[in-house]
């Protein structure tokens, strides 16, 4: 096992009822920037109890923030942000409100000129305003971790940045404000989840069983209980599981002391950045590829992935690793998500970019840092 800090300071607040909990976490004298995305929070009651738990505050509104953040809506918060001197920010919705969020909490008090730098050129933020979340869609693990993911339109990008002052300071999660989700919202969150575990898993072994058994019982949990949720979307205990599932799968704890893998995640924000498709479904599209050209750098976590959360008992272990590669394909299309680039009408032509895009930055991914340009787009070609 690796070296590692370990450091999660969000406070997580789980369960029935717990919106009301804002009234405890945030003093009344904040004046608190509230943002949300696209009006769901209106339609589902959420804003309501967040308004009821808040009514002695000062809160001003900021909606509209739309799937894959862009950077010009954020920067249109931020000024909000200065001009009223606020002073807390309260994201109320899924994984773009948040990590909206976090980049307007970062660049309100960025000193340089163009807060598009720390995303672009991943420099290290001073300060960040504090930051706290409502969740309704378990699947990012933003709610209590350091990441957030902003597009720009203008330049055709798509990035992460990171930065320790963007945690959440708290989360609060009430699995039943993710009744009103889609099936394809719903699906989408199995997805994410399960391609963040498998990217902090399937690498290679380095003696950790503990965080291999960890990542084994998040992605079993997944398999058994994400067909529960589009069967019966008003079962408490399955979309409970589920929002614990997500933000386990990236709180951090999973990748301490061990190899990950994040080549899945960096080509599908590029096919976001292009055409649109919803981030979970990229992963469900890329990671197969990924897995099958990567099967020999991969092997032997491949197989035990394969023997302990699909049951493969075949002797031959080359069955076995490409026996799991199905079952992972299998299990997306149960879940109706697209898992080859066909599926959402594009050919590899049509992506080409992303490995040009690559090559511009000249950024190498995968565990032992192998897969270039080149190899990515052999992986396109796989995907297709
Ligand atoms: O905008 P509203 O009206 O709220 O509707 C949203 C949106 O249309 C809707 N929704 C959310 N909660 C709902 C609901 N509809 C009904 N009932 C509810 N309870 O769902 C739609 C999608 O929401 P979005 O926030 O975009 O989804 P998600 O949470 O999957 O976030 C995706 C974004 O997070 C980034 C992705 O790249 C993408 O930009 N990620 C962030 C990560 C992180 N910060 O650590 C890691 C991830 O790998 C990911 O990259
Ligand atoms: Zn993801």
Request: net charge negative.
């Amino acid at each position: 096992m690796y070296n590692f800090t370990y450091h999660n300071p969000t406070k997580i607040v789980f369960g029935k009822g717990t919106i009301a909990e804002l009234k405890n976490l945030l003093s009344n004298d904040l004046k608190i920037l509230l943002t949300y995305g696209g009006g769901s929070i209106k339609k589902n009651g959420v804003y309501d109890q967040v308004m009821t738990a808040l009514k002695e505050h000062k809160v001003i509104e900021y909606g509209g923030i739309e799937p894959n953040p862009q950077y010009r809506t954020c920067m249109q918060a931020v000024r909000i942000v200065k001009n009223e001197n606020i002073d807390f920010i309260l994201s109320v919705g899924g994984g773009s409100v948040l990590d909206a969020s976090k980049f307007i909490a970062a660049a309100a008090l960025w000193r340089g000129d163009e807060p598009w730098d720390f995303v672009r050129k991943s420099l290290p933020l001073e300060a960040a305003l504090p930051l706290g979340c409502v969740l309704t869609l378990p699947a990012t693990g933003s709610e209590s971790n350091p990441n957030a993911v902003i597009s720009r339109e203008e330049t055709g990008e798509k990035l992460a940045f990171i930065d320790k002052h963007v945690f959440p300071q708290f989360a609060i999660l009430d699995p039943e404000t993710t009744y009103t989700l889609p099936e394809r919202q719903v699906a989408n969150g199995v997805v994410d989840t399960f391609v963040h575990v498998i990217e902090q898993y399937l690498t290679f072994p380095v003696n950790a069983p503990l965080q291999d058994r960890l990542a084994e019982s998040i992605l079993l949990t997944l398999v058994e209980e994400g067909p529960k949720a589009l069967q019966n979307p008003l079962d408490y205990d399955t979309r409970a599981t589920l929002m614990w599932a997500a933000t386990l799968a990236l709180n951090t704890l999973l990748s301490r002391g061990v190899p990950t893998d994040w080549t899945t995640h960096q080509i599908g924000h590029e096919l976001t950045a292009l055409h649109g498709i919803d981030h979970a479904r990229t992963l469900a599209i890329f990671l197969p590829a990924v897995l099958k050209h990567q099967k020999k750098a991969k092997f032997k976590k491949l197989a035990q992935y394969g023997r302990r959360v699909w049951g493969l008992a075949q002797d031959d272990e080359n069955q076995v690793v490409d026996q799991a590669i199905a079952k992972t394909i299998e299990f997306f299309k149960s879940l109706h998500v697209p898992v080859c680039l066909a599926d959402v009408n594009l050919t590899p032509a049509d992506v080409r970019q992303i490995s040009a895009s690559h090559q511009q930055r000249g950024s190498t991914l995968g565990e032992h840092g192998t897969i270039g340009p080149d190899e990515i787009a052999e992986i396109i070609l796989l995907a297709a």
